[in-house]
């Protein structure tokens, strides 16, 4: 059955292609709030970052049961478009009205502004983010059956990702000056990139189908007759789903640190804010350079040895890029970012697919199909180590005495902000390599099969 899966392919090339740039799309809006939302808070709109960042984990809370409940709804979902596409394409025009009134915080009471920016983040990542997101994703497992497409695919949207990113990271701050600068500029910026997500995302959903379910060859298909409890109840019970969770929080809990860390390491500890771009490419480019090789990496080694070796890899240049970072050994450390990058992209392609097979590990041991329940992890995972991330950026800043309005900070707050950027990814990563040792869900639908 597995051979056969490998051999039929169900995506044209360009469907590869349209289904990878809805992360082009997601990241326009990600990309934008996970690297320059504090800094427009802080320094535009004068908010304190500590309550910022409190706001912000408050609102993720929110976000850790929405995920699961969308990916519920999408489950329950049956349409002509299918189950996840009228999710994906509805719920994109909400993220991008949103992503601008973000940008556009009103002159208000210093009470009425955290408010008015709380409502507007809580609806825009806790509602329509998600039930983009969790489409999208879910659309890995009803658009092909076959692994290896599963991980070029996967592959695929990283490379959209990260690319979108780096341009952001790299023109962003040069576009708002463009546009005038100040609070205007943001908001200029936060349109434009609202519109190209919504026409992106719309390209990317009309280019898929969704295949029809298939049944369990020894249960009959209970999801249709399952309560939303029983949902949890399959969920929790899949040890792998728990894992790659926790992958999720742990990877991007570290990344926004680093992110929110990084203009600010640029600007106060470098003393210029324009090698951001630098730093933001030497840690993106190689990622994505490795994306394409990571399906035929995959194909012969297989996902959980080729995972086990890039993470191990990462630790060790990781390691050298705190030594590096520490010492403002530049060169050195921009060196090891690049190949921390290069070695942190197999995880970062194949992800996707170890979701899959986690959903499949479900129907083989439970009969039931709960694609898009299971895909809750990747939103949530993502939502919730942002949102931790962020809180901590934010508390770490406030902590070390940053200014939003002074040129030059006290030593506290450049402590803090060197320790954000160059040590935190050190201790993450370490995390991440432990919980990837015990993540071969691989194996465990293999012994179904025999």
């Excluded at 309550?51 to 929110?62: C, D, E, K, N, Q």
């Excluded at 090789?293 to 996902?303: L, N, S, T």
């Excluded at 901590?392 to 406030?398: F, K, N, P, Q, Y």
Aim: proline share 2%; net charge neutral.
């Amino acid at each position: 059955m597995e051979g056969n899966l490998e051999k039929k392919k169900y995506l044209k090339w360009y469907q590869k292609i349209a289904y990878g740039s809805g992360d082009l799309a997601a990241n326009c809006a990600y990309g934008l709030i996970g690297s320059f939302l504090m800094l427009y808070l802080t320094n535009i709109v004068g908010m304190n970052s500590g309550i910022v960042g409190t706001l912000m984990l408050v609102a993720r809370l929110f976000d850790g049961v929405s995920d699961v409940l969308f990916g519920i709804l999408v489950d329950r979902t049956h349409t002509k478009m299918g189950k996840a596409r009228p999710w994906m394409f509805g719920a994109q025009f909400g993220v991008s009205i949103l992503l601008i009134m973000l940008f556009s915080i009103p002159a208000l009471s210093d009470g009425a502004q955290y408010a008015y920016f709380f409502v507007v983040y809580v609806a825009l990542n806790g509602i329509f983010y998600t039930a983009n997101n969790i489409a999208y994703a879910s659309l890995t497992s009803l658009i092909t059956r076959n692994p290896n497409e599963r991980v070029q695919i996967g592959s695929i949207r990283f490379m959209f990702s990260l690319g979108t990113n780096l341009f952001i990271a790299y023109k962003t701050l040069g576009f708002v000056e463009s546009f005038g600068g100040g609070a205007t500029g943001w908001r200029m910026v936060a349109i434009i990139y609202a519109l190209v997500a919504v026409a992106v995302n719309t390209i990317s959903c009309l280019m898929v189908k969704e295949l029809p379910e298939e049944k369990a060859d020894n249960k009959a298909s209970k999801e249709d007759k399952i309560s939303m409890l029983d949902s949890f109840k399959y969920l929790l019970s899949n040890k792998y789903y728990l894992m790659i969770l926790g992958v999720y929080v742990i990877t991007y809990c570290s990344m926004s640190i680093m992110n929110t860390a990084g203009v600010y390491f640029c600007t106060y500890v470098l003393g210029d804010a324009n090698t951001y771009g630098n730093f933001s490419m030497a840690a993106m480019l190689p990622s994505v350079v490795g994306l394409f090789f990571v399906p035929a990496i995959v194909q012969k080694f297989g996902i959980y040895k080729t995972n086990l070796v890039g993470i191990g890899l990462s630790v060790v240049t990781a390691g050298v890029v705190v030594f590096a970072g520490y010492n403002k050994l530049i060169p050195l450390m921009l060196i090891f970012i690049v190949l921390k990058g290069l070695f942190s992209s197999p995880l970062l392609g194949d992800l996707n697919a170890i979701i899959s097979d986690a959903a499949t590990y479900t129907f083989k041991k439970d009969g039931v199909h709960i694609d898009g329940t299971m895909f809750s992890c990747s939103s949530m995972g993502m939502k919730v180590g942002s949102g931790i991330g962020t809180a901590v950026a934010g508390w770490l800043l406030a902590w070390g005495q940053y200014d939003g309005a002074a040129e030059i900070q006290p030593d506290s707050a450049l402590s803090v902000i060197t320790l954000m950027y160059v040590l935190v990814p050190f201790v993450f990563l370490i995390a991440e390599f432990f919980v990837v040792m015990f993540l071969n869900v691989e194996k465990a639908n293999a012994e179904f099969d025999k």
